[in-house]
């Protein structure tokens, strides 16, 4: 099974920037990676994909602001975060699926999350 660790979180300030990495194994060339987040309480919703393809997708409100990357062989997930505001406050996590084209809330695999925290 796919195993995935998140780290990089913490506190920013409202415009500030703050890096999450997840690290994965158990995966293979064609796995689709996500990032997640749940604000508190609310429910959890993806942010940032890459699909087993290669391609790249951002929810709207993060587009310009957040890019998410990962190396070669994907034993690692990136999301940089610039221009931070207090709606980006939440639980991050990264997620994993050997089965899918693209990532859903559905998604097979989770890591355990890391909080991030923007304040105003």
């Known amino acids: 099974q796919v195993h995935l660790m998140e780290s990089g979180g913490g506190s920013a300030q409202a415009g500030g920037s703050l890096t999450l990495s997840c690290a994965v194994s158990g995966h293979t060339r064609s796995t689709a990676f996500g990032w997640f987040r749940r604000p508190p309480g609310k429910d959890r919703e993806g942010i940032a994909f890459?699909?087993?393809?290669?391609?790249?997708r951002y929810k709207d409100s993060v587009k310009g602001r957040f890019t998410i990357s990962q190396d070669d062989e994907k034993k690692t997930l990136l999301l940089q975060m610039n221009d931070l505001k207090s709606e980006d406050t939440g639980t991050y996590l990264c997620a994993a699926d050997p089965w899918a084209n693209r990532l859903t809330v559905g998604a097979s695999y989770w890591g355990q999350g890391t909080q991030v925290t923007v304040s105003s």
């Open positions: 890459i699909d087993s393809d290669g391609t790249i």
